[in-house]
């Protein structure tokens, strides 16, 4: 069993940064075999992707509002993947989730890549 618990989120200001943390665990689950990514999802709209850490340690994101103002990194001692959002709009209120792919499979962009998910933190921006 996989578990994934996101924290970092909560109320800033538009132009505020915050980090979300995502710590992972697992008897089984060996955290540098695995690619992780990051979704989100606004009230009445699906879950989107954000970003992605490739179990080799490449990056990639959605590109357009997001490039330059996120990034995704990982801290392989302490099993936690992270988001950096920096310049943040009102438009990146969400719920934002922390998902692994297969091991040593590409970096999760589409739901259905995801075989683990954590349980989401709402982050609220405001103008």
């Known amino acids: 069993q996989v578990q994934l618990v996101e924290s970092?989120?909560?109320?800033?200001?538009?132009?505020?940064?915050?980090?979300?943390?995502?710590?992972?665990?697992?008897r089984t689950f060996t955290f540098s075999n695995y690619p992780m990514g990051w979704f989100r999802q606004a009230p009445g709209k699906e879950r989107e992707f954000v970003a992605t850490i490739w179990w080799s340690g490449g990056t990639s994101y959605?590109?357009?509002?997001?490039?330059?103002?996120f990034t995704i990194s990982r801290d392989i001692a302490k099993n936690?993947?992270?988001?950096?959002?920096?310049?943040?709009?009102?438009e990146d209120t969400a719920?934002?989730?922390?998902?692994?792919?297969?091991?040593?499979?590409?970096?999760?962009?589409?739901?259905?890549?995801?075989?683990?998910?954590?349980?989401?933190t709402q982050v609220t921006v405001s103008s």
């Open 8 to 26: 970092g989120g909560g109320l800033v200001q538009a132009g505020g940064s915050l980090r979300l943390s995502c710590a992972a665990s697992g």
């Open 95 to 120: 719920i934002y989730y922390c998902a692994a792919g297969r091991e040593y499979g590409l970096g999760p962009t589409r739901e259905r890549d995801a075989v683990y998910w954590g349980q989401g």
């Open 80 to 90: 936690t993947v992270y988001l950096q959002m920096n310049s943040l709009k009102p």
């Open 62 to 69: 959605k590109v357009d509002s997001m490039k330059g103002r």
